[in-house]
């Protein structure tokens, strides 16, 4: 079975980057909610309420540093 819809190259999008999302605010991010992830569990774990807030407060550091080095151009581009 093929499609109907006929496209010409014009109407095709940019090819993506080859960085596959490796890049810095992405590995910030990344790193940084792990990060929080264990210090959370481990809060949950020992119970230690402190050291969750601790690792919550961890993720939302991180989503903000990525966010801002993504705005500064160190994340992927939209294409």
Same mark, same amino acid.
């Not at 940084?32 to 020992?46: P, R, T």
């Given at each position: ?5 006929? %496209?010409? *190259? ?5 090819? @993506?980057?080859? #960085?596959? /999302?490796? =890049?810095?605010?992405?590995?910030? =991010? #990344?790193?940084? $909610?792990? $990060? @929080? ?6 809060? +949950?774990?020992? *119970?230690? +309420?402190?050291?969750?807030?601790? /690792?919550? &407060?961890?993720?939302?550091?991180? %989503? &903000?540093?990525? /966010?801002? $080095?993504?705005?500064?151009?160190? /994340?992927? =581009? @939209?294409?």
């Amino acid at each position: 079975m093929s499609s109907s819809v006929k %496209l010409s *190259p014009q109407d095709l999008p940019e090819a @993506a980057p080859h #960085n596959h /999302g490796r =890049t810095l605010a992405a590995w910030v =991010t #990344n790193v940084g $909610l792990v $990060l @929080a992830a264990l210090v959370a569990s481990l809060g +949950i774990g020992i *119970p230690q +309420i402190s050291l969750v807030w601790v /690792g919550a &407060a961890l993720a939302v550091v991180s %989503l &903000a540093a990525g /966010g801002a $080095l993504k705005a500064l151009g160190h /994340g992927q =581009t @939209a294409s």
